[in-house]
């Protein structure tokens, strides 16, 4: 008999706690179920490595005290999903997982308070994923051959400075750049899609109280220096052209900004692959599952973040540990 509630109860009721974004009214008929009850099946998923939609059914299925407690967490006015819902519901959620993300990340800024003591800026940038099994060469690209079943076709090839070319998928990230890495904005692409071309979506979820927005060179571009104008925001990129030492003005002020972007994103990478495996190949194939993954995974490390805010533990040390353990 389980005497108190394990972890993984813990951060599924949590999700009954936090505030839901105002997404736009869907045609047909109403949803029976709430999004609410989806993202706790999200959290099960990533917290215990189910990458398919029924391996959580599964799971839950299971005579034990734990799994009981979380079935109950998993029903709405006595009713309980089914098989068919679970899947058409599942398979929807990658759609509004960026504003979910988005509206969370801005929570915890409100209650963390990253800010009070540095500037208010946040730092974005993305770090690719391996795709599941084999990779698509060009040349079989352009001629429509699939040379393996193994082979995800709807990953691309990017360039990685520090792992040469890859084959997978880009995970976009904008998190706040201060004493604790607070993933404010996320989402997924093929790892073809370029930088600058995504990070739209994520400056629109981004807190209104954000006013440096650091990037590298990918992001120097005019049209992101408008939609952060547009949101009394600054975009602070590295300088490409100019011969380096650089001289100008200002050149102390970017130093120390390009460090503090450095210090938050890079790290806040290597954190967040090395709590979910993320420097091997992802568990799932095409971008609906991979989106399921990759931003469940953000979305659980948020939850985690607010459950130690809440109980007095650090926000940076501990993390994998914690979350291994649930």
Not at 15 to 42: E, T, W
Not at 101 to 109: A, F, K, M, N, P
């Amino acid at each position: 008999m389980i005497h108190e509630i394990s972890l993984l109860v813990v951060l599924v009721m949590l999700v009954d706690a936090i505030p839901m974004p105002v997404l736009p009214a869907r045609r047909g008929r109403p949803n029976i179920y709430p999004d609410r009850l989806f993202l706790k099946a999200l959290v099960i998923m990533i917290l215990r490595g189910l990458h398919s939609v029924h391996s959580p059914l599964a799971v839950l299925e299971q005579p034990t005290p734990e799994m009981h407690r979380l079935r109950e967490l998993m029903t709405e006015s006595g009713r309980y999903p089914s098989r068919r819902t679970w899947e058409r519901r599942l398979g929807a959620i990658p759609q509004t997982l960026p504003t979910q993300i988005g509206c969370l990340g801005r929570y915890l800024v409100g209650i963390i308070q990253p800010w009070q003591t540095c500037a208010r800026a946040g730092a974005i940038d993305s770090t690719v994923l391996a795709a599941k099994g084999g990779v698509w060469h060009k040349k079989h690209r352009e001629a429509g051959i699939v040379p393996h079943s193994s082979i995800d076709t709807e990953a691309g090839w990017t360039r990685s400075n520090w792992r040469g070319w890859v084959y997978g998928w880009k995970l976009h990230l904008a998190c706040a750049a201060a004493w604790v890495w607070i993933p404010l904005a996320a989402t997924l692409t093929p790892a073809n899609v370029a930088d600058n071309e995504e990070a739209p979506h994520l400056i629109g979820e981004l807190p209104d109280a954000l006013r440096f927005l650091l990037g590298d060179r990918a992001y120097r571009d005019r049209a992101l220096e408008a939609v952060c104008e547009e949101r009394g925001a600054i975009l602070v990129t590295t300088r490409s052209s100019s011969p380096y030492p650089h001289t100008d003005p200002g050149v102390e002020v970017r130093r120390i900004l390009h460090k503090t972007r450095s210090v938050a994103i890079e790290n806040f990478n290597e954190q967040f692959k090395g709590i979910f495996d993320g420097h091997g190949q992802v568990p799932t194939r095409g971008l609906c599952a991979t989106s399921c993954f990759a931003l469940g995974a953000i979305f659980v490390y948020q939850l985690a973040l607010l459950h130690r805010f809440n109980t007095g533990q650090p926000l940076r040390v501990g993390l994998k540990a914690f979350l291994k353990a649930a």
